[in-house]
């Protein structure tokens, strides 16, 4: 009786360190490259509110492709007005602009929006981006981490540091990237050094 017993648990035993083995690795038998990236200001803008900014029907203009398949940063660009009417260039005069990842902007402060062909008001939406790290699901199985769980990415170099809350952003569509503010990027000198970890 035992020795089939015994024979299954064994072959499971393999089959899932070889399926261990195999995520770690990546679908071509090597650990995933990981790439840091600074995303500088942007909007995330819907329908709607493109129809009063740039017209209606308007569609944006590729200007350079991003790191994830199918997104790119569009020529298109707009002028925020914050609470203390200045039209922002670095300073946008809220004083608190909360850390979020993007999309989760409830209770987050709102600015006036121009564009080319009208005005929209924001109620809310105005958002410090979160570092985080976009990876599909053999990228997040390599690393053992789930959706919405917290990294940390050790950046080498004169100006390195740790940042300790490195959110995990799991999609099928997505591939191992990391984004950060050009603060960020600025503070630890992201451009002199190729010495990166990220891990749990
Ligand atoms: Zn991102």
Partial sequence: MGSSVIDRSMVEQIVRQVALEYLRKGANGSAPVLT??????????????????????????????????????????????????????????????????????????????????????????????????HMNPAEAAHFGVSQGERMKLRIGGEAGLTFNNVHVRIDKASRLNVHMDTDEANACGLHLTKDIELFK
């Avoid at 329908?47 to 740039?54: C, G, I, N, S």
């Avoid at 209770?107 to 790290?133: D, F, M, N, S, Y």
Wanted: hydrophobic letters at 40%; proline letters at 6%.
């Fill in 36 to 133: 840091v990236q600074t995303s500088s200001r942007h909007m995330h803008v819907c329908r709607e509110d493109m129809d009063v900014l740039f017209g209606p029907g308007s569609e944006l203009t590729f200007d350079r492709p991003l790191f994830q398949e199918g997104n790119f940063a569009a020529k298109e660009t707009v002028t925020i007005v914050g609470p203390r009417n200045r039209l922002i260039s670095n300073l946008l005069g809220i004083d608190e602009i909360p850390i979020r990842l993007s999309g989760d902007i409830a209770g987050t402060p709102g600015a006036i929006i121009i564009g080319p062909k009208g005005v929209v008001e924001l109620k809310q939406g105005v958002i410090r981006a979160a570092i985080h790290a």
